[in-house]
């Protein structure tokens, strides 16, 4: 391993041990032993994933007039799945080594003559579809039950609603609608933390356009939400121009409903892999599922959709990795997240300079009650300043304010910035203002 994988590798790790100790991911069923490749998002972890949603739904729905919301059932009518082509054609290739009996998606070995656990030569058995439903059944027992599969992506819930939504909210073409929901996949090579697992969120748009007379008009739309991924790319705090790919995915390698599709890919310490797609799916979906949509003149088509798909999973570890800041003084090595404002778990935290100070403590909480009917804020008054500092820099909070003896004679309060680390004295009848402009 050269000192750049190990680096990344580190970051990996640093990004991990972060996670599980200040409470922004666990392992799922940890005190059982865990469940592979299931997570738990705990206090502060929560409050980001939460966060990101929020945001992105302010942005592309609420924010549109040419957008509605949607949230669709987890479980579907198993001819839902039939007519989308998942029953048929949702599988990966799997191969399996004879000697290690581990199992590998067969598109993904680096190395198709040795085993990657093992290193055995020679020792895959012949590549075999497996398809990636999650499978479950409904009724009393196995036997008698109907075979039923939990959904391994939002969009058939949005197809399916498709003139549910053109009828009741009349909205002409364009139109798009987005869901924020779970969506299930029985993962071959699940892992990475939690870039890939079995059960995880998509943030997804099914954007309906009226049927396309040449490829430049489905194009435009195209290249327009292209654009509006660029942007939010760059709202999350990622550095577009250094840490993504865009990767337009080879015609024998789209899904088997896209015409055309663009990945975004980040640069991961594991590699440079898919962290949002861009899809033309053209009419596949609606044709299969039988809708069309009639316009205001009385035509009749099938509208051809633009789907721009994103993973609440895949973003919320993109944004610790581009938010990981590590700053080094003589011995002393300063480790805060550089988050945006908008996707800190904890915007401020109110500190008394000294717990065993009542006066201190009465002024604190005082100043942390008015702030939280606002604001995700913190009250900390464990340790010394110095240290509470170093807390809330690991967890991203912007903005830290200390309570001390000038402040119960002056009425006003030390306000420190996370990234510069300076401080300003800033009088407690300004203070939410003074918050407002620097978190808005």
């Keep these: ?40 998002y705990g206090p502060l972890g929560v409050e980001l994933k939460n966060n990101i949603k929020q945001l992105w739904w302010k942005r592309f729905v609420r924010g549109r007039d040419d957008m509605v919301g949607l949230d669709s059932s987890l479980l579907l009518n198993t001819k839902v799945w039939a007519a989308s082509g998942h029953l048929a054609t949702f599988n990966d290739p799997l191969v399996e080594c004879k000697k290690c009996h581990q199992r590998f998606r067969a598109d993904q070995l680096e190395d198709k003559g040795s085993c990657p656990a093992c290193k055995e030569k020679n020792s895959f058995t012949e590549a075999q579809d497996f398809n990636l439903m999650l499978k479950t059944f409904l009724g009393p027992s196995e036997e008698t039950a109907n075979v039923a599969y939990f959904r391994p992506e939002t969009a058939q819930g949005i197809f399916i609603n498709f003139k549910n939504i053109a009828e009741t909210v009349r909205k002409k073409l364009p139109f798009g609608v987005g869901q924020i929901g779970k969506a299930f996949r029985n993962e071959i090579t699940p892992g990475n933390f939690i870039f890939r697992t079995r059960e995880f969120e998509q943030m997804e748009i099914e954007y309906f356009i009226p049927e396309p007379h040449n490829d430049s008009e489905w194009q435009s739309y195209f290249e327009n939400w292209r654009k509006d991924m660029i942007a939010w790319i760059k709202e999350l705090g990622i550095d577009y121009e250094n840490e993504i790919n865009e990767l337009e995915v080879p015609a024998e390698e789209l899904a088997h409903y896209s015409k055309k599709t663009i990945d975004f890919e980040y640069k991961y310490p594991f590699g440079t892999k898919e962290l949002y797609g861009l899809a033309y799916r053209g009419s596949f979906d609606l044709t299969n599922h ?59 935290a109110v500190f008394p300079l000294l717990k065993n100070k009542p006066e201190l403590v009465s002024k604190a909480r005082e100043v942390y009650n008015a702030l939280k009917e606002q604001w995700a804020v913190d009250f900390d008054d464990n340790g010394n300043v110095g240290k509470r500092y170093r807390r809330q820099d690991e967890i991203g909070t912007p903005f830290c304010i200390t309570i001390d003896f000038d402040s119960l004679e002056h009425n006003d309060v030390t306000v420190r910035d996370r990234d510069t680390m300076e401080q300003s004295r800033i009088a407690i009848a300004d203070l939410e203002e003074y918050l407002s402009k620097k978190l808005k």
Excluded: Q
């Design 1 to 40: 391993m050269n000192n750049m994988e190990k680096n990344k590798s580190d970051l990996m790790d640093k990004i991990i041990s972060l996670c599980k100790r200040r409470g922004f991911i666990f392992p799922g069923s940890e005190i059982y032993g865990g469940l592979a490749n299931s997570w738990d």
């Design 290 to 348: 039988g809708l069309d949509y009639t316009d205001v003149e009385g035509n009749k088509y099938i509208p051809h959709v633009i789907e721009p798909s994103l993973g609440v999973e895949r973003s919320v570890l993109a944004v610790l990795l581009s938010a990981y800041r590590e700053e080094t003084n003589g011995e002393d090595t300063r480790v805060y997240l550089k988050l945006p404002y908008t996707l800190a778990p904890v915007k401020a």
